[in-house]
Nanobody
């Protein structure tokens, strides 16, 4: 069974940084075998795509508002995909999730959550002064 666990969230001030991790768990094959996407969901809003990284490292970015501030990367040896978030703003406050595309190996062109599955439980990021 494919499972992912997010970690690294917390409370930070505007302008600070966080690095989120998405690690494979469970009895199934792990992160190295899948493309992995990061999403976020703010209170009262729909879940939106942030970025996705394919097995070979090719990246698809879904959100212009985060471009240049958020960077996705992967370390297959550590069974982990990261989301480095810099220059955080209060508008970045959300629960952040990782998941794998239903196509498994390729990041879809759109950041629609309907194209992803095997969601983790999420990690809360709060940006506040």
């Amino acid at each position: 069974q494919v499972q992912f666990v997010e970690s690294g969230g917390g409370l930070v001030q505007p302008g600070e940084s966080l690095r989120l991790s998405c690690t494979g768990s469970g009895s199934g094959v792990g992160v190295p075998y899948y493309a992995i996407g990061w999403f976020r969901q703010a209170p009262g809003k729909e879940r939106e795509g942030v970025s996705c990284i394919q097995r070979g490292g090719a990246i698809v970015n879904y959100a212009e508002s985060m471009k240049g501030r958020f960077t996705i990367s992967r370390d297959n040896a550590k069974n982990t995909v990261y989301l480095q978030m810099n220059s955080l703003e209060p508008e970045d406050t959300a629960v952040y999730y990782c998941a794998t595309p239903k196509e498994a190996y390729y990041c879809p062109g759109s950041g629609s959550q309907s194209e992803f599955h095997y969601w983790g439980q999420g990690t809360q990021v709060t940006v506040s002064s």
